[in-house]
């Protein structure tokens, strides 16, 4: 899987999924853009990047996506092409789960910033950056899923519907685009894995008793991978890709 000298934009890049993501992929020689929403964690993750190539460039976009609009989604498609001939791929990765409540307790702020965030951002970023994605080769658009996507479960209230949004997002972007667009669009749903939304979502839950965020890499390798782009699915979930990766 070809993935040195590509341009990545990961989105929640300084904890969790993303950060393991961005680190290891740097490692592969990609260079990485992280944007997050909390400078000092940003600057942590930038000096744990690997840039022993001497033709890597990685980048810091500070920003929170709960406030995220037709602007300042302008501004990061500037950042990126100022710095950057392409975007290879977004990995639309942050998401915060909200509180655990019942529909009728939950409170209309808190279920506007779970929208805004998981939702509405990685439209906007998606849709934005469009022509930066357009000048590369091979471009992905990789949209993250959850097992509450699929069946409504009492108390995740607004991050199961952000995540039954984005399934629907993916759906119309994949089938837009696969006639008009060299993009692919991939939505995938990493499972439970030991990060700190998944503690507080199952706090009685023991950590390591799950897979960690570097078991998922092989999986978002793929998506970047030849094979994928001739894949007609674009809904995957941890149990089926990693075996497809490991038999592959
Ligand atoms: P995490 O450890 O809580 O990390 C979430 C990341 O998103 C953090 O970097 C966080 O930044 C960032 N973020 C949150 N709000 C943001 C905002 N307003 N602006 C910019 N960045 C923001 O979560 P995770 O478990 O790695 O989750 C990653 C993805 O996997 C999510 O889409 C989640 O829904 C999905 N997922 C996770 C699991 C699981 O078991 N872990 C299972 C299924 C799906 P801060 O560092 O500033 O908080």
């Known amino acids: 899987m070809k993935i040195s000298n590509k341009t990545i934009l990961i989105t929640g890049a300084t904890d969790g999924i993303g950060k393991v993501l961005a680190i290891e992929f740097s490692k592969l020689g990609s260079n990485i853009i992280l944007l997050g929403r909390d400078a000092s964690k940003l600057d942590k993750v930038y000096d744990q990047l690997d840039q022993s190539n001497a033709s890597q460039k990685h980048l810091i976009l500070e920003a929170d996506l709960a406030l995220l609009n037709h602007e ?15 975007l290879d ?5 942050a998401a915060i789960l909200g509180t655990m409540t019942t529909l009728e307790d939950y409170e209309l702020s808190r279920w506007d910033e779970v929208l805004n965030i998981n939702l509405r951002a990685p439209f906007i970023l998606s849709k934005t950056l469009k022509p930066a994605l357009e000048n590369a080769s091979d471009p992905r658009i990789i949209f993250t899923s959850s097992g509450v996507a699929k069946i409504g479960r009492a108390f995740w209230g607004a991050y199961s519907v952000s995540k039954f949004g984005l399934k629907g997002l993916a759906e119309i972007f994949a089938n837009e685009l696969e006639s008009t667009s060299s993009i692919k669009v991939f939505n995938f749903d990493p499972g439970a894995t030991q990060t700190k939304m998944r503690a507080s979502a199952r706090p009685a839950e023991d950590p390591s008793s799950l897979k960690t965020p570097s078991e998922l890499v092989d999986c978002y390798l793929w998506f970047f991978s030849e094979e994928s782009s001739n894949s007609k699915k674009h809904y995957f979930e941890y149990d089926e890709l990693s075996r497809k990766v490991t038999s592959t």
């Not at 989604?73 to 950042?79: F, G, P, S, T």
């Not at 791929?89 to 990765?93: D, E, L, S, T, Y």
């Open 72 to 86: 300042s989604a302008h501004e990061i498609l500037k950042a990126i092409t100022s710095e950057y001939n392409s």
């Open 89 to 93: 791929g977004i990995i639309n990765n």
